[in-house]
C-alpha cells in the first residue's frame, strides 16, 4: 500500500512525496481512513512507528476540507508531555501542510512567552502545546478553545509518569463537547484505559503491536559491567563500533553532566539535554546532533520521546532506567523509519533486577556481550584459594592453623605500648 490509496488531497501527497514518504507505516495505515471520516480513536502503537503523521495527515485534511466553526479560532490542539516532542511535532505539521494555507504554532514552557503570545495573536489553526505553558496562556486570556474540533492526546502514559495526567483533566474542563479526539499511547496503564472512557466517543481501537514490545529492527544488547567502568566502556565501544551517531541515556542529570565531561575530554564531541538545560541551551544541542557537529548526545528519560531522527544508529543505556517501560520509549529513539538499529545497555550489580524487570516487560531475553575488557567483578571468576595444613607454610603467610589471618611480625619483637 502507499498513500495514494489513504485517500488523501493532492497537497499532502505531493508535501509527502518532497518528505520522501512512499509508503505508510502499519500505525498510519490503520488509522488515518478512520480518522478522515471523523471518528474518535484510541491508538495503541510502540514508538517509532510513525504515529505523528498518523494524527497530523488526517488533520490537515479534515481542516483543509471542512469550514472552521468559527473563524479565527484554534481548530486542533496537540498536547504532548514535552518541549522537545511539541517543537518535533509542530516541525511534522509544518512539512506536511506545507502546500495549505493552514498555520500552526507551537507553545512549551521554560522560555519566555513573549514570542509564542505574539505567535498566537496571529490566530494559529492548529496548536501544539505542553500542559503547563498552557494553562498558564489559558489563565492568561490569550488562548480560547471553546471552538476546538479536533483534540490529539500524544504520549498519554508519559504523561501520566510524569505527573501531568491532572493538569490534562484541567484542559479538557475548556473543550467543547462536540469534537473529535484522539488518543495516542505505547502502553496503556488502566488510569489512561479510564480516562479515555471519559473523553472518546465509540473510538476505533487500532493496536498495531502489543503493549511495549520493542521493534524487531532493533539489535539489543547487554554488557555487564561495574558503575565505575562505565565510562571506559562507553568511550571503548563508541570508538571501536566507529559509532557515527549514537544517544547516551542516563538516570540522573548530573551523571549526564559527568559523561560529557569525560567524553568530550577524551576526544568525543559531546552534549548534555535535560532538566536542568535551559530550553535555548536543550534546542541548540538537539540541532547540533541533528547536524552533525556534535556525535553524542547525552539525555535524562525528559528526552526519550522527545528525539526523532531517522539516521540515529545507536541507543546506549547507560544506567538502565527503574522504569522498565522507559527502556522501551528510549532504544524507539533507533530503528526507526524502517532503518536497523543498535541498542546497547550497561548493566551494574545493583541493576540486574532492572535487567530483569525489563525483559519481562518486553518478553524476551536482552543478549549478554561477556568479551570486551571492562567486565563486572561478579563475572570474573578468580581461582580458589588453596588449603594447606602445614602449620608452617600457614604461620609463614600469616594464618593460624584455622586458616584465619593473624598479625604476624616474624623476627621482629613486638613494640611495647606501656610506659616503663
Same mark, same amino acid.
Given at each position: 500500500?502507499? $498513500?495514494?490509496?489513504?485517500?488523501?488531497?493532492?497537497?499532502?501527497?505531493?508535501?509527502?512525496?518532497?518528505?520522501?514518504?512512499?509508503?505508510?507505516?502499519?500505525?498510519?495505515?490503520?488509522?488515518?481512513?478512520?480518522?478522515?471520516?471523523?471518528?474518535?480513536?484510541?491508538?495503541?502503537?510502540?514508538?517509532?512507528?510513525?504515529?505523528?503523521?498518523?494524527?497530523?495527515?488526517?488533520?490537515?485534511?479534515?481542516?483543509?476540507?471542512?469550514?472552521?466553526?468559527?473563524?479565527?479560532?484554534?481548530?486542533?490542539?496537540?498536547?504532548?508531555?514535552?518541549?522537545?516532542?511539541?517543537?518535533?511535532?509542530?516541525?511534522?505539521?509544518?512539512?506536511?501542510?506545507?502546500?495549505?494555507?493552514?498555520?500552526?504554532?507551537?507553545?512549551?514552557?521554560?522560555?519566555?512567552?513573549?514570542?509564542?503570545?505574539?505567535?498566537?495573536?496571529?490566530?494559529?489553526?492548529?496548536?501544539?502545546?505542553?500542559? !503547563?505553558?498552557?494553562?498558564?496562556?489559558?489563565?492568561?486570556? $490569550?488562548?480560547?478553545?471553546?471552538?476546538?474540533?479536533?483534540?490529539?492526546?500524544?504520549?498519554?502514559?508519559?504523561?501520566?509518569?510524569? %505527573?501531568?495526567?491532572?493538569?490534562?483533566?484541567?484542559?479538557?474542563?475548556?473543550?467543547?463537547?462536540?469534537?473529535?479526539?484522539?488518543? $495516542?499511547?505505547?502502553?496503556?496503564? /488502566?488510569?489512561?484505559?479510564?480516562?479515555?472512557?471519559?473523553?472518546?466517543?465509540?473510538?476505533?481501537?487500532?493496536?498495531?503491536?502489543?503493549?511495549?514490545?520493542?521493534?524487531?529492527?532493533?539489535?539489543?544488547?547487554?554488557?555487564?559491567?561495574?558503575?565505575?567502568?562505565?565510562?571506559?566502556?562507553?568511550?571503548?565501544?563508541?570508538?571501536?563500533?566507529?559509532?557515527?551517531?549514537?544517544?547516551?541515556?542516563?538516570?540522573?542529570?548530573?551523571?549526564?553532566?559527568?559523561? *560529557?565531561?569525560?567524553?568530550?575530554?577524551?576526544?568525543?564531541?559531546?552534549?548534555?539535554?535535560? !532538566?536542568?538545560?535551559?530550553?535555548?541551551?536543550?534546542?541548540?544541542?538537539?540541532?547540533?546532533?541533528?547536524?552533525?557537529?556534535?556525535?553524542?548526545?547525552?539525555?535524562?528519560?525528559?528526552?526519550?520521546?522527545?528525539?526523532?531522527?531517522?539516521?540515529?544508529?545507536? *541507543?546506549?543505556?547507560?544506567?538502565?532506567?527503574?522504569?522498565?517501560?522507559?527502556?522501551?520509549?528510549?532504544?524507539?529513539?533507533?530503528?526507526?523509519?524502517?532503518?536497523? %538499529?543498535?541498542?546497547?545497555?550497561?548493566?551494574?550489580?545493583?541493576?540486574?533486577?532492572?535487567?530483569?524487570?525489563?525483559?519481562?516487560?518486553?518478553?524476551?531475553?536482552?543478549?549478554?556481550?561477556?568479551?570486551?575488557?571492562?567486565?563486572?567483578?561478579? /563475572?570474573?571468576?578468580?581461582?580458589?584459594?588453596?588449603?594447606?595444613?602445614?602449620?608452617?607454610?600457614?604461620?609463614?603467610?600469616?594464618?593460624?592453623?584455622?586458616?584465619?589471618?593473624?598479625?604476624?611480625?616474624?623476627?621482629?619483637?613486638?613494640?611495647?605500648?606501656?610506659?616503663?
Amino acid at each position: 500500500m502507499n $498513500f495514494n490509496n489513504l485517500q488523501l488531497s493532492e497537497h499532502i501527497l505531493r508535501a509527502l512525496n518532497d518528505a520522501g514518504y512512499q509508503h505508510p507505516t502499519p500505525i498510519q495505515e490503520k488509522a488515518i481512513p478512520p480518522l478522515v471520516q471523523g471518528k474518535d480513536i484510541i491508538a495503541c502503537a510502540q514508538t517509532g512507528t510513525g504515529k505523528t503523521a498518523a494524527f497530523a495527515l488526517p488533520t490537515i485534511e479534515i481542516l483543509s476540507k471542512n469550514k472552521p466553526v468559527k473563524r479565527n479560532a484554534i481548530r486542533t490542539l496537540i498536547l504532548t508531555p514535552t518541549r522537545e516532542l511539541a517543537i518535533q511535532i509542530d516541525e511534522s505539521f509544518a512539512i506536511y501542510s506545507k502546500y495549505t494555507s493552514l498555520k500552526h504554532t507551537v507553545i512549551f514552557g521554560g522560555v519566555s512567552q513573549n514570542a509564542q503570545t505574539t505567535a498566537l495573536k496571529k490566530s494559529p489553526e492548529i496548536l501544539t502545546a505542553t500542559p !503547563g505553558r498552557l494553562l498558564d496562556l489559558i489563565g492568561q486570556g $490569550f488562548i480560547d478553545l471553546s471552538h476546538l474540533e479536533i483534540f490529539i492526546l500524544d504520549e498519554a502514559d508519559r504523561m501520566l509518569d510524569m %505527573g501531568f495526567i491532572h493538569d490534562v483533566k484541567r484542559v479538557i474542563k475548556f473543550l467543547p463537547q462536540k469534537r473529535q479526539t484522539l488518543l $495516542f499511547s505505547a502502553t496503556m496503564p /488502566d488510569e489512561i484505559k479510564k480516562l479515555s472512557s471519559t473523553i472518546l466517543y465509540q473510538p476505533v481501537k487500532v493496536e498495531v503491536s502489543p503493549p511495549a514490545t520493542t521493534v524487531e529492527k532493533i539489535n539489543q544488547t547487554v554488557y555487564h559491567t561495574d558503575k565505575g567502568n562505565k565510562n571506559h566502556l562507553l568511550l571503548h565501544l563508541l570508538k571501536e563500533m566507529d559509532v557515527p551517531m549514537s544517544l547516551v541515556f542516563t538516570r540522573t542529570k548530573h551523571g549526564a553532566d559527568k559523561v *560529557v565531561r569525560f567524553l568530550n575530554k577524551s576526544g568525543i564531541s559531546s552534549a548534555a539535554i535535560h !532538566g536542568n538545560k535551559s530550553q535555548n541551551a536543550r534546542q541548540k544541542a538537539l540541532n547540533q546532533f541533528k547536524d552533525g557537529k556534535i556525535k553524542t548526545l547525552i539525555a535524562t528519560d525528559i528526552a526519550a520521546r522527545g528525539i526523532d531522527i531517522d539516521d540515529l544508529t545507536h *541507543v546506549f543505556n547507560f544506567d538502565l532506567p527503574n522504569v522498565s517501560e522507559s527502556y522501551v520509549h528510549r532504544i524507539g529513539r533507533t530503528g526507526r523509519a524502517g532503518n536497523d %538499529g543498535i541498542a546497547i545497555a550497561f548493566c551494574s550489580a545493583a541493576e540486574k533486577v532492572d535487567l530483569k524487570n525489563i525483559e519481562k516487560l518486553i518478553g524476551k531475553k536482552i543478549s549478554v556481550i561477556g568479551n570486551h575488557p571492562y567486565p563486572s567483578v561478579e /563475572d570474573v571468576v578468580e581461582p580458589a584459594p588453596q588449603k594447606h595444613q602445614n602449620s608452617n607454610h600457614n604461620r609463614k603467610n600469616g594464618r593460624s592453623n584455622d586458616g584465619k589471618r593473624r598479625k604476624f611480625y616474624g623476627n621482629k619483637k613486638r613494640r611495647s605500648t606501656s610506659k616503663v
